[in-house]
């Protein structure tokens, strides 16, 4: 790797998330991708490339070739365009792509769209879509959910570490707390540790409320080079991205040896930490996939936040909230702002964008510069960790 | 757009294109891939990125997530990866991704592979995951084929060309011919131009010999930087990727101005052509994505080979044989070498590659320097136009 081409975010954009039924997977990535055009103060014109984030258009809505789609509605047909797929982690890559795009000097302008339309599709066939991320032949044949695989891991990280399952679950009501003063948040209500430790078990030993829930949404961001933004100007705050990097792990969990560890996690963080030349200390907001409580738990140790085993202990000590040592999802994370999958990674860079800027609201922290995400495919099959610095 | 990183073509790797039944999509991915980097006399460890073409993966096998999927099989879980989806033309928009991830300086090194597994899923499912290339809500949703739309345009263009079938049927006794001498290829039989036109109406006026099979297959090609390449020697004889370019059009037929003509690629090779510094005279060997026998004279046309109307003469007079003026899909193209959807345009740099190394054995062409390959997705929704170059 030499030294790229530098890559700020111009402008960012996103649709609330929840059971839009008045809506279809188009007019959710032409509502969020006009309204970071918007933000950005650039005409539709000026984009050269669009990369969608997104999982399971082809199972869910027979729709592939999203690309051309979103151009089309758009009203840009011409501008190169792509889907970028890594299950859970879509959003993430497909960010990846557009970082690419423009570090490489052949695009100046570039729109990152995440989507997913989940709600409009019956159980049995989002449980069968949302498993095509772990191995068909290996795993998923077996029958086994996609909870269930989290399942595994909830219990083997109990056993290794002696952690209580209420310490972990915290997790689930932090996000919650959170949501309440996002308005794009699909659950804007807290959530009680009690409510979240008695509601229904899913796949022993997760509860429901300790789920990401199953939305739509649709989330986007315009990147640029430094000639571009000299050219159009930019807002008073310019925000970089000093590192997307990507990492993979063997895709199923059968085949690790540790399964209470995402190594893509390991490896994704510490590289891009090594790029932005940053530690965990410098970082003042976070956002974590947390698919499920015991993931937001393990990423904050994976990220090196936490020593094994202690992740729980941020949470705890309330170190996670909007004034403690690193607010994390601040604004609900995937329990409670949502998990609309392919978009999700992109929804984290517009939480934290929104962080860096000041435009978080009462959740805003106190004047953040180093925001980090990370975005998760499978069971840490795929990570996407991209360090964010504002710079005036 | 500024000047970029130099990408070069460091190995190429394919399995045969047919009926599979005793491979699986991994298997196939991962022998195409092997057989790439052991052509590349490299390690696999030495690989950075892989980037997954690939369109029907999620209908047709219950499996997303391809990139951690084929980094696992590799042995080499780690690695950067994603799938790049952009309907048939998901071999080409995948290998637009490798580039941009070398041309950044990101990578030094990266894994594109094409696959598509077809032949294990009914007919009708197939079918199903093929008219997803095109607009579900607006068109799709009528029933119509995905070879029923370019019955359309096949009708359209006679019409307002006045061509005769048989001088467009051609296409498909050009393909085979070639195919003959294709070790990988799906058939390797010449047909007869009677035979073609005696074949039955799939959807009038296309006839059965008239359409791209199905089939398995996975292709793959490893880039790298000019950097790597001084570290690993490399081969005797150097190909330069002088540009890779991406195009959209709006993504149905219904609303587009003349269905006879594919605005995509009519961009994107005169952009490729530009950045390259060559007009379609200097191309010496060439491959398009003739899905069907009116493509194949159409993409002549919009990729300036001949004037609109009259890409038929140079099937006739004999100008995309391995002598003729623009030797044209000279391991037996779309049509005889195979069409695995998301592998093709993958296939297409490889028989490109093997046509500028001089390996193509019985087909090849005398001392080229310069080829292109234009990959295809839904009826022109996408486009990608590649340019390689000789350099030593």
Redesign the interface.
Known sequence: ?????KVYVLGIGATPIGEHWDE?L?TLMTKAATSAIEDASIERKDV??IFVGN??S??L?????????L??WLGI???????????CA?GG?AF??G???V??????CVLVVGVEKMTDAITRDIT??L???????YV?FTGVSFVGLNALVYKAYMDKYAVEQEDIALFAVHDHKQAVNNELAQYRRPVTLSAVMSSPLIADPIHLLECAPIGDGSASVVLCSE?FLKKYGGRDVLIEVSAS????????LY?RDDITTL??SV?ASRKAYKIAKIEPKDVDVLEVHDAFTILGVIHLEDLGFARKGEGWRLLKDGELEIDGKIPTNTMGGLKARGHPVGATGVYQVFDVVKQLRGEAGKNQVDSPEVGVTQSV??VG??VVVNVFRRVR
């Open positions: 790797m030499v030294d790229t081409r279809s188009r050269d490339a999982m399971s082809g199972p809505q027979g729709q592939e070739h999203l690309g051309s789609l151009a089309t047909p011409g501008v190169a365009a792509c889907k970028v797929e890594a299950a879509s890559a990846h792509q970082f690419l795009g570090a490489s000097g052949v695009y100046d069968a879509a498993i095509m991320a772990d191995d068909q032949d998923a000639e990097i990507v990492a993979t792990d063997k895709l199923s085949d190594s893509a490896k495919g499978g099959g795929t």
